[in-house]
């Protein structure tokens, strides 16, 4: 399985854009990224995933670079409300890493 | 479409107690993954069921066990709880529990041992 590097801790002024770095340098060719975040206590949320290709939903943009070593989550704007902590995975049976726990501030 | 429900929500039982946790996951999902989160170990696979069958299983002695039911309907059941099993259990739903499958989260079961 792949693994997936996060640094821990990340701080964001609220209305700017967060950029959540995550490398997977072990990846193979037909493993996807996906992103989760979970708010305190809560259940994980999906947020968005890919394989090659850049990716943008409702939620955020993903970027993902040509060799698929390492992606980037962005949030364009993010808000108060965006404060979690960030998975990043690349799943084969969803083992999850300690994430990087984003603070927005105001 | 209704989203993963866990019950109960919260529960509190003594160390020897045994304990069932049950999941619903989405209408038309057949893969159900269960989860333990704790401060110290973070989000810890337990295992997953497909079509009532138990497919992957993580690093956890044999107190903890499962079972799903032929409406994909899940549970979880700890023996002989001891105070480290005190924890969030999410469960989580796919479609087919494929690696290209999103998994969606429920809201989780806070269980505390006394």
């Known amino acids: 399985d792949a693994k997936t590097t996060q640094p821990p801790s990340m701080d964001c002024a609220e209305g700017r854009a967060a950029n959540l770095p995550c490398n997977h340098s072990?990846?193979?060719?037909?493993?996807?990224v996906y992103w989760y975040r979970q708010i305190h206590s809560q259940g994980p949320q999906y947020i968005i995933h890919g394989l090659k290709n850049n990716e943008t939903n409702e939620m955020a943009s993903l970027i993902i670079t040509e060799d698929r070593k390492s992606s980037t989550l962005i949030l364009p704007h993010a808000t108060l409300r965006d404060t979690a902590v960030y998975y990043c995975i690349v799943p084969n049976d969803m083992r999850f890493g300690a994430g990087t726990r984003l603070t927005v501030k105001p | 479409k209704a989203g993963v429900t866990q019950t109960p929500r919260y529960l509190i039982k003594t160390r020897g107690q045994q304990v069932t946790l049950s999941c619903s996951p989405i209408?038309?999902?057949?893969?159900v993954s269960w989860y333990q989160q704790t401060p110290g170990q973070g989000l810890q696979f337990l295992f997953e069921y497909f079509s009532e069958t138990q497919r992957n299983k993580g690093n956890f002695p044999g107190r903890f066990s499962g079972r799903q039911f032929s409406n994909s309907r899940s549970e979880m059941n700890v023996s002989t709880l001891e105070l480290g099993d005190s924890a969030l259990y999410l469960c989580?739903?796919?479609?087919?529990?494929?690696?290209?499958?999103?998994?969606?989260f429920g809201p989780g079961t806070r269980l505390t041992v006394l």
């Open positions: 072990t990846i193979s060719g037909n493993e996807y």
């Open positions: 989580a739903s796919s479609f087919r529990g494929h690696r290209t499958d999103t998994q969606y």
């Open positions: 209408s038309g999902h057949r893969s």
